[in-house]
């Protein structure tokens, strides 16, 4: 079946202008996770949404960054006066439900690039 | 808080030998550990987790990784690696309360002929 996918694949923008990116989760899956990987750094984890529930937003970097999941499904990352220091592939995964059990399945992610 | 440390950031290794990539955590409570593989422009892949049990726990491509909880390590071994296991490695962390991954940094294999 459909993994989860990202959109755009790449995008680049110039400092100061807000960016949107696109998570479609595999279908079924309550749980969407948003992490940053950037260049000679590890995956950090950015934000969690699980059904209704709130969502944990305790990796959000600033308040420049921000994310809403509508219907449970589609997930949107906004990051908006963005930074040089914001480029970076931007991951998302999606699981069953976040128990220890349920794997993590991760798109293919967004490369931004902040001129 | 939980932490990850993946001292090599990149492993040469010739095909048909056998690699080891090192991954130590550090967690006040018990955890759950993950291997997941990075091919180039492609999202991570899951290769193998300890969630309880056998302390010996074997994943795809013939990768195997040790839960050692005395040394806080989960090494991940390969007996004889192939051109096709070039890839970034990371090793993660969940604990029990947790529901977000903490990632190593990575480790770049390179197995070239």
């Known amino acids: 079946g459909a993994g989860v996918s990202q959109s755009p694949s790449n995008k680049v923008t110039e400092k100061g202008k807000d960016v949107e990116l696109r998570c479609d989760p595999i279908?079924?899956?309550?749980?969407l996770y948003w992490y940053r990987q950037s260049l000679g750094q590890g995956l950090e984890f950015l934000i969690y949404?699980?059904?209704?529930?709130?969502?944990?937003k305790s990796g959000l970097p600033s308040d420049r960054f921000s994310a809403e999941r509508t219907g449970g499904s589609v997930s949107t990352l906004t990051i908006q006066r963005t930074q040089q220091e914001d480029s970076a592939v931007y991951l998302c995964?999606?699981?069953?439900?976040?128990?220890?059990?349920?794997?993590?399945?991760f798109g293919p992610g967004t490369r931004l690039t902040v001129l | 808080a939980q932490s990850v440390t993946q001292l090599d950031s990149q492993v040469p290794v010739f095909e048909e030998a056998p690699v080891e990539l090192r991954c130590n955590y550090s967690s006040s409570v018990s955890v759950y550990l993950f291997w997941y593989v990075q091919y180039p422009n492609q999202g991570l892949q899951l290769l193998l987790k300890y969630l309880s049990g056998s302390t010996l726990v074997k994943g795809i491509n013939g990768f195997e990784a040790e839960f050692n909880k005395s040394q806080t390590s989960f090494h991940l071994r390969k007996p004889s690696v192939h051109i096709s296991d070039t890839a970034e490695y990371f090793c993660a962390v969940k604990t029990g309360t947790a529901s977000k991954l903490t990632f190593g940094t990575g480790t770049r294999l390179q197995v070239t002929l």
């Open positions: 995964a999606s699981s069953l439900e976040p128990s220890r059990h349920n794997e993590q399945f």
């Open positions: 949404f699980q059904g209704n529930s709130a969502p944990d």
């Open positions: 279908s079924g899956h309550t749980a």
